[in-house]
């Protein structure tokens, strides 16, 4: 389903409109998102519909997924304003078109697949982000990565900043997952060593909201909001004392244009993180579940273990990211838990559960 005229999507572009940033960096450009059906790379594709809209910007959005169906769908009020490419990032990129900026969100981070698909997860953020920083020096194009806080694995230490190192283990095949997204990283920093190529990335701590996948994805967040949608019981995974830190859309897509905008080549990797609301899996469930009453509801959640298919949680001890880089340049985050909660149930109940 489309959201981007959902009246709750429409009031966060606008927010991010208004942003003191210099978007018209962007003014006659092209650019490309691939992994288009994720909710960030939709959620980005919204902004600079928006931005065209609001300031005649004239920027021209190209899609690269695998599902044209569900890129129909979630842009079916818009399909004369973008291109779809339909194309595995696996495979060489042989977009004619001129490119200015590549947004490389092509990725799979549910727990399910992580263990029962670990070798398409390993290539897509491995073989997929070569094929990317190919095609970007190929056309002068500036590349930003969305990464995530898996990369740092296990840590003791208080808070984690961008220069901390990480620690995972790879007998643990869950770690598939951070460990290709670590090494995508790796190996943009080494285009721009090598290739002068333009690189940003972002460390993205659970970010969620509308257009989320809210079906068979695994994490916690989806899990609960999409059974609020069905009408369906929450059941718990674990006895629910993991803590998690949930960063809203808005917020992550602010974050990302951020870096995109004002950071540079010494300076380009960034946590993105809302560290102001810490909330155990077990809390997370009794608010959405308070949540549901709203939406008239009626669910429960039920404590009793559930040990089919837990495997794919991650069960590294929450440790704080440590956002002041990113927030030197400007950004912090706006969204409180219970905003971006009620906003997120309030766009996926009125239809548009993917």
């Given at each position: ?278 909330i155990t899996v077990k809390n997370l469930a009794l608010l959405v579940k308070e949540f549901g009453h709203k939406f008239n509801v009626g669910i429960q959640v039920k ?52």
């Open positions: 389903m489309d959201f981007y005229t959902n009246s709750v999507v429409q009031k966060d572009l606008d927010f991010i409109s208004r942003a003191n940033l210099n978007f018209e960096k962007f003014r006659d450009s092209t650019v490309l998102i691939t992994g288009i059906n994720g909710m960030l790379a939709t959620n980005l594709a919204y902004t600079f519909l928006f931005l065209n809209k609001k300031f005649q910007l004239n920027i021209k959005i190209v899609g690269l997924g695998r599902n044209e169906l569900e890129f129909k769908s979630r842009f079916s009020d818009n399909l004369n304003n973008l291109t779809f490419v339909k194309q595995d990032v696996n495979k060489k990129l042989t977009i004619k078109l001129p490119i200015d900026y590549i947004f490389h969100a092509a990725t799979n981070a549910s727990p399910e697949n992580m263990v029962e698909n670990p070798v398409s997860i390993a290539l897509v953020n491995t073989i997929g982000t070569a094929n990317v920083a190919e095609f970007a020096l190929q056309k002068g194009a500036t590349v930003h990565f969305l990464s995530t806080r898996e990369v740092y694995g296990e840590s003791y230490k208080d808070s984690i900043s961008e220069e901390d190192n990480s620690v995972l283990n790879a007998l643990d095949i869950r770690n598939v997952y951070p460990i290709s997204k670590m090494s995508a990283e790796a190996m943009l920093l080494a285009y721009q060593h090598e290739y002068d190529l333009n690189v940003s990335i972002s460390r993205i701590a659970h970010a969620y909201g509308p257009g989320m996948k809210l079906q068979n994805d695994g994490r916690v967040m989806a899990d609960f909001l999409g059974r609020v949608t069905r009408n369906e019981n929450i059941v718990l995974k674990s006895d629910g004392s993991a803590e998690r830190s949930f960063l809203y859309v808005r917020d992550a897509i602010l974050g990302i244009l951020t870096i995109v905008l004002k950071s540079t080549k010494k300076n380009c990797v960034f946590n993105v993180s809302n560290e102001k609301e810490p404590l009793p273990l559930d040990k089919k298919n837990n495997v794919g949680y991650s069960n590294v001890k929450r440790t704080p990211l440590n956002t002041n880089k990113v927030e030197k340049l400007g950004w912090k985050p706006s969204v409180n838990l219970k905003t971006g909660i009620f906003n997120t149930l309030q766009v996926h109940s009125k239809g548009g559960d993917y």
